[in-house]
């Protein structure tokens, strides 16, 4: 596939109301191409419109709850009127749960999946349409580092991020097979300073010094800003990658469980332990 250009695209960016998708907005609005921005927080979704002054780009925000089956059905059309339609489909939102897989609640394992996975399955299938219709199209998922490597306490997330991880990939396949000219992209980001930690749902039982603990964990891993990750994303984007990795930690540890698939993290339990 040719480079794609940004210019004058439209993209629907999920998750758009903090973090790596505010951060997306305004990296893809520098290169002039046009916002739908999609959050269930409404205020959020609000400032970061705001934090985009340009007069060269079109922005439109969408209030969504990712488990509302019907809200994700309704959207393409809302963004149909507002911009004729997408070309560009970034899964970005999602969320996460702290603690180990015998504390934590079914009805919270499945509220993640609906989001974390679900939904994504949801907006592609919602929005396949538009963007077949679109002369220059890209899916982007955004999958982890922990849909490469899977951490113990991380079931619900890993899970969720390694479906996205097949899911992505295997739709990919189909696309080229049926000769469409949709790109896809799956992003896995390491260590991205963003609000997930604290916004993370807490297994049953937690203490506040298991969260603290937690919290301070995650504040020393959490540290790449999501301005440099949003920088590479988007030339990922531009340049059709079908996989992005961002960060040192997705690289090495990417490189570790491919050496080592079955038995990597004997080798990075360690090297975690010390950082």
Not at 78 to 104: K, Q, S
Not at 107 to 133: C, G, K, S, Y
Not at 138 to 161: D, N
Not at 248 to 256: K, P, T, Y
Request: glycine letters at 8%; hydrophobic letters at 45%.
């Amino acid at each position: 596939m040719s480079r794609m250009n940004l210019e004058g695209s439209t993209a629907v960016i999920t998750g758009a109301a903090s973090g790596i998708g505010r951060a997306l907005a305004q990296t893809l609005a520098a290169r002039r191409c046009n916002l739908a921005l999609a959050d269930v927080n409404a205020q959020g979704l609000a400032e970061t419109a705001g934090m985009i002054k340009s007069n060269a780009v079109r922005v439109s925000t969408h209030v969504i709850d990712l488990v509302d089956r019907d809200a994700i059905a309704a959207l393409p059309n809302d963004v149909a009127a507002r911009h004729g339609g997408a070309d560009i489909l970034i899964n970005n939102a999602g969320v996460a749960i702290g603690g180990t897989f015998d504390r934590v609640a079914e009805h919270d394992f499945d509220w993640l999946m609906e989001i974390n996975f679900f939904a994504v399955v949801r907006l592609t299938r919602a929005f396949l349409p538009q963007l077949a219709a679109s002369a220059d199209a890209q899916l982007v998922f955004l999958s982890s580092l922990f849909g490469l490597v899977a951490p113990p306490g991380q079931t619900a997330y890993c899970a969720s991020k390694f479906a996205v991880r097949g899911f992505a990939n295997s739709l990919r396949h189909e696309l080229k097979d049926q000769g469409s000219t949709i790109g896809v992209t799956v992003v896995h980001p390491g260590g991205v300073a963003t609000n997930i930690a604290e916004s993370a749902r807490q297994a049953a039982g937690t203490t506040l010094e298991e969260r603290e603990e937690a919290l301070e964990r995650s504040r020393r891993f959490l540290k790449k800003p999501p301005e440099r990750a949003a920088g590479i994303i988007a030339d990922g984007i531009e340049r059709r990658e079908e996989r992005v990795l961002v960060g040192g930690d997705a690289r090495f540890m990417a490189l570790i469980e491919r050496l080592a698939p079955v038995s990597y993290w004997k080798i990075l339990q360690p090297l975690v332990r010390r950082s």
